[in-house]
């Protein structure tokens, strides 16, 4: 007897072939049948008549890391169709701790105040979530940002060797404990303070492991060329695959998207194994302080402070910002800055400040009566260097250029979050509540960009087959029984920038390894996700 029989629906099977009537029957944690299973005995069944039937959906950037310890539902992720996240991104990670304390970067760490951080490495970080339950299955890179500031701090130089030594030591312990692989955040400390030689010694550490290489890569703006060319440098003198995260080109290099992937094809005839993913939204979120160079940062949050309040340094930073933008470092939305668009830069978060969130940098200087880098560099101190924002500096030319490349995947680059309790404060991005349902409703429904087939092999195999994780993202009898049930017709985002924190609508039911975690649109609350750990090339 099959234990859910899921009736009659249209089966897009994430492999981008057209989709086919046909039932999915599941017993245990497994699919074990797909075609007509009328005459079979069944637990329960689900009628999916005028639905489509898909894998889980595959979250293949995400920031969940920490929220996932606090929240386990991962309720924001559920309603949106996601059975599995890939987490450890940007160069951050649950694992290696700092001191025993987690590595932010470029989070916000508001948004796990009160967490209790019971592991150094990724055996205890994981043993955790499997202690808790949690609502998704969850693979993870090792964060080079937590690695480097485990190992010398948050130093702009180059490792002693004795230091190099124990990042690669720190390094060899991830892969050890199931890391999918290592990825970097160059845009922000302590990874911007790394040459690529360093890098290349680490992935090649995570190569005799058979695992992969992600970056957050050094420039997004003038010089988003050479910063390509640098990550897949790395696969390639590491012996590596190589995969370039959210590769959206900011001003002045908005539109050149279709030039990178030119990049990529040429290595990938060249015998790279190299891929890259995007953000369906033109607005991105990062932390504050990433409008600072590099060097304003040097030391961590109490040397960046300090140095804040010094006139000298104030005007140095502003000077470095007005003729570089971020040629120098930092996020690509420094530039947004060097060009006075103040007026597309928003405070995401802030706890002295919270009156200003939500308004842009523009209207926030005229409030406090200051030039906009002054209220910035004040905000940054009096919020003790937390704060978050929001900015629009990127194009859909360029998503879709990407989207629809063979080997350009779709992210939310958000944080499993919930609308009560620690993960409902500030503003954040609507994304982590309706990256995949706003890019179904308007790149497949309204604007027919992409077919169904396409979309929902971007969110399932595809992710599923670059990552490696083995028997997901595919509907076929012996993989697990990962399964979203989507209404095409109402699929859509229910939230917005003014208002982020609202389910998406149109998923009916979501099966996470054989049980309910979404059922007829309400969240069961089920904890049915799995730690999957990487072994020998797949997780």
């Not at 992720?77 to 987490?87: E, L, S």
């Not at 990178?260 to 890259?276: F, K, N, P, Q, Y």
């Not at 939310?412 to 503003?427: I, K, M, N, Q």
């Not at 790149?443 to 997901?472: C, M, Y």
């Amino acid at each position: 007897m099959l234990d859910l029989v899921i009736k009659g629906g249209r089966v897009v099977d994430g492999t981008g072939a057209p989709w086919f009537r046909a039932d999915v029957g599941i017993a245990g944690d497994r699919i074990v049948a797909v075609g007509r299973l009328a005459g079979e005995a069944a637990k329960r069944s689900i009628d999916a008549a005028d639905r489509l039937v898909t894998p889980g959906l595959i979250d293949a950037h995400t920031h969940s890391d920490l929220t996932l310890a606090i929240e386990p539902r991962a309720s924001s992720a559920v309603a949106q169709g996601v059975t599995t996240q890939i987490a450890g991104n940007c160069g951050v990670s649950a694992a290696p701790t700092v001191g025993g304390k987690p590595y932010y970067g470029p989070l916000d760490p508001t948004l796990t105040d009160g967490l209790g951080c019971d592991w150094t490495g990724f055996a205890g970080y994981f043993q955790r979530l499997e202690r808790q339950g949690v609502a998704t299955n969850l693979a993870s890179f090792v964060g080079h940002g937590n690695v480097r500031a485990a190992a010398m701090g948050y130093d702009d130089r180059p490792p002693t060797e004795p230091e190099m030594a124990k990042m690669e030591a720190l390094t060899e312990e991830a892969m050890g404990d199931g890391a999918l692989g290592m990825t970097t955040g160059l845009a922000y400390i302590p990874g911007s303070y790394a040459k690529s030689e360093e890098i290349v010694r680490l992935a090649r550490v995570v190569a005799r492991h058979g695992g992969l290489y992600a970056s957050h890569i050094r420039n997004q703006t003038e010089s988003i060329a050479a910063s390509v060319r640098e990550c897949l440098d790395v696969g390639r003198k590491a012996g590596i695959p190589a995969h370039v995260s959210h590769m959206q080109p900011g001003a002045p290099r908005l539109g050149c998207a279709h030039e990178l992937l030119a990049l990529i094809d040429d290595e990938r005839r060249a015998g790279l194994d190299a891929s890259c993913d995007a953000i369906p939204y033109t607005i991105g979120s990062t932390t504050l302080k990433s409008l600072l160079p590099p060097w304003a940062c040097e030391g961590g949050d109490a040397a960046m402070i300090q140095r804040l309040g010094d006139a000298a340094a104030r005007r140095r930073i502003i000077d470095d910002t007005n003729t570089h933008g971020a040629e120098s470092g930092g996020s690509r939305k420094r530039t947004l800055c060097k060009n006075g668009d103040w007026h597309k830069i928003w405070l995401a978060s802030a706890t002295r400040n919270a009156n200003l969130v939500g308004q842009d940098f523009r209207t926030i200087a005229k409030a406090r009566n200051q030039d906009p880098y002054d209220a910035l560099l004040d905000i940054l101190i009096e919020e003790e260097g937390k704060p978050w924002m929001l900015a629009e500096d990127v194009s859909e030319e360029d998503f879709l250029d990407i989207a629809r490349h063979p080997v350009g995947g779709v992210i939310s680059d958000g944080f499993s979050l919930h609308p009560e309790g620690p993960l409902s404060r500030g503003r954040h991005h609507p994304r982590s509540y309706g990256a995949f349902a706003r890019f179904l409703r308007r790149f497949v429904r309204e604007d027919g960009k992409l077919s169904w087939e396409q979309a929902i092999h971007k969110l399932t195999g595809h992710p599923a087959n670059r990552f490696r994780l083995a028997g997901r993202g595919i509907l076929k009898p012996g993989t697990f029984a990962d399964v979203a049930v989507i209404d095409p017709d109402r699929v859509a985002e229910a939230n917005d920038f003014s208002d982020p924190y609202r389910y998406a609508r149109g998923i009916d039911w979501v099966i996470a390894n054989g049980q309910a975690t979404l059922e007829k649109g309400t969240l069961t609350g089920t904890l049915a996700g799995r730690v999957l750990r990487f072994r020998k090339g797949t997780a």
